[in-house]
């Protein structure tokens, strides 16, 4: 049953537009329900039930009958005045960009002043429009009734069902598509990186400018500057002429460990600076130069490439395909209780 909320009532000042539209509400409904009559009686069935059992029904409905349209005319005659009225309205207050608008938007509303079978089926939709514009202006809830729930969820049941086939019907033609040979890499490389590389090579030489400034860092480069250390001294240590130097006496093993230190800070040093001097121009001037001439032999990166799009292509259609509306279902099934958990319940009581 709805509702209405008189505080928003109030506060949207449309209490005359209220009145207004349930006097018009109230004449659709006769005028719709004269409109069914009137095509019944028109059928043999119920002319001849009628007879039968309703004779003066007849005989007082038929000059109504025949005369029909001019009864008909005196609802589409207050329809139209209505619908000017609203109109003019609308035009007082620069509702639309163009004066001219108001019928356009309202189209049903004047289809359904035509007086044909075909057309008279477009008042419904003017029920419907008084009931959105109150729901609007939220002086009633629609989506606290049971029949706008109903329809609701079958709308989005019948959306979901038809986006995700057709999500899954053109992720499907891409896979087979890559499948195929489809030169994805390089569409990819010439379409979408290329003409972004200057902003991909500026991104680059931050990141390698912040890992430069990381190792000289004496909290956060101690990882990079130990593991520089031990390779120095491995290298050292390796290495056959530094190695004779154990054979001196007394100061052999420490002009081993200063040099090892002296290498290991300038390694250190060097690769701080080479990080921290690198530019976008200098990134950019390499990978033109010095990544022109790089023609890998083996498919196998460009293979494994097409093998992570086309399982992420998997998921996203895994995903897809779940009926979100069944486990919707279900889940509002779960908090409704049954018949015997009531009985129980109201036992315990």
Same mark, same amino acid.
């Given at each position: 049953?709805?509702?209405?909320?008189?505080?928003?009532?109030?506060?949207?000042?449309?209490?005359p537009?209220? @009145?207004?539209?349930?006097?018009?509400?109230?004449?659709?409904?006769?005028?719709l329900a004269?409109?069914?009559?009137?095509?019944?009686?028109?059928?043999?069935?119920?002319?001849?039930?009628?007879?039968?059992?309703?004779?003066?029904?007849i005989?007082? %409905?038929?000059?109504?009958?025949?005369?029909?349209?001019?009864?008909? $005319?005196?609802?589409?005659? +207050?329809?139209?005045?209505?619908?000017?009225?609203? =109109?003019?309205?609308?035009?007082?207050?620069?509702?639309?960009?163009?004066? %001219?608008?108001?019928?356009?938007?309202h189209?049903?509303?004047?289809?359904?002043? +035509?007086? /044909?079978?075909?057309t008279?089926?477009?008042?419904?939709? #003017?029920?419907?429009?008084i009931?959105?514009?109150l729901?609007k %202006?939220?002086?009633?809830?629609?989506?606290?009734?049971?029949?706008?729930?109903f329809?609701?969820?079958?709308y989005?049941?019948?959306?979901?069902?038809?986006?995700?086939?057709?999500?899954? *019907?053109?992720?499907?033609?891409?896979?087979?598509?890559?499948?195929?040979?489809s030169?994805?890499?390089?569409?990819? /490389?010439n379409?979408?990186?290329?003409? #972004?590389?200057?902003?991909?090579?500026q =991104?680059?030489?931050?990141?390698?400018?912040? $890992?430069?400034?990381? @190792?000289s860092?004496?909290?956060?480069?101690?990882?990079?500057?130990?593991?520089?250390?031990?390779?120095?001294? !491995?290298?050292?240590?390796?290495?056959?002429?530094?190695?004779?130097?154990? %054979?001196?006496?007394?100061?052999?093993?420490?002009?081993?460990? /200063?040099?090892?230190?002296?290498?290991?800070?300038?390694?250190t040093?060097s690769?701080?600076?080479?990080?921290?001097?690198?530019?976008?121009? #200098?990134?950019?001037?390499? +990978?033109?130069?010095?990544?022109?001439?790089?023609?890998?032999?083996?498919?196998?990166?460009?293979?494994?490439?097409?093998?992570?799009?086309?399982?992420?292509?998997?998921?996203? *259609?895994?995903?897809?395909? &779940? &009926? #979100? =509306? !069944?486990?919707h279902?279900?889940?509002k099934?779960?908090?409704?209780?049954?018949?015997?958990?009531?009985? !129980?319940?109201?036992?315990? $009581?």
């Amino acid at each position: 049953m709805l509702k209405i909320n008189r505080e928003n009532l109030r506060n949207s000042h449309e209490t005359p537009w209220l @009145i207004l539209d349930l006097v018009m509400l109230g004449l659709l409904f006769i005028n719709l329900a004269w409109l069914i009559f009137d095509a019944l009686y028109a059928t043999n069935f119920v002319y001849q039930q009628l007879g039968v059992h309703f004779p003066a029904v007849i005989d007082a %409905y038929d000059p109504i009958h025949n005369n029909f349209l001019l009864v008909d $005319l005196v609802f589409i005659g +207050i329809f139209f005045t209505e619908f000017c009225f609203r =109109w003019a309205v609308a035009i007082i207050r620069k509702e639309h960009l163009r004066w %001219y608008f108001f019928p356009f938007l309202h189209w049903y509303d004047l289809v359904g002043l +035509i007086p /044909t079978g075909g057309t008279r089926l477009f008042r419904f939709l #003017r029920i419907l429009s008084i009931l959105h514009r109150l729901h609007k %202006y939220e002086i009633i809830d629609l989506n606290q009734t049971a029949i706008f729930r109903f329809f609701t969820f079958y709308y989005d049941v019948f959306v979901e069902e038809l986006s995700d086939r057709i999500v899954v *019907k053109v992720l499907s033609d891409a896979q087979k598509d890559i499948s195929a040979g489809s030169p994805l890499l390089d569409d990819i /490389t010439n379409q979408v990186l290329a003409p #972004r590389r200057p902003v991909i090579t500026q =991104w680059m030489a931050g990141i390698i400018n912040h $890992l430069g400034q990381s @190792i000289s860092n004496d909290e956060h480069g101690d990882v990079i500057r130990e593991h520089v250390r031990k390779s120095v001294g !491995k290298a050292v240590r390796g290495n056959a002429q530094v190695s004779s130097l154990n %054979y001196l006496p007394i100061i052999g093993k420490t002009i081993e460990n /200063t040099l090892e230190q002296s290498v290991t800070d300038i390694v250190t040093s060097s690769l701080v600076n080479l990080l921290s001097d690198l530019d976008s121009e #200098r990134i950019d001037h390499f +990978i033109s130069v010095g990544m022109h001439d790089y023609t890998p032999t083996a498919d196998a990166l460009d293979e494994e490439v097409l093998n992570v799009v086309n399982e992420c292509l998997e998921l996203v *259609k895994a995903h897809v395909s &779940q &009926q #979100r =509306w !069944k486990s919707h279902l279900m889940e509002k099934e779960s908090t409704v209780p049954s018949p015997g958990q009531v009985s !129980k319940e109201n036992d315990t $009581l």
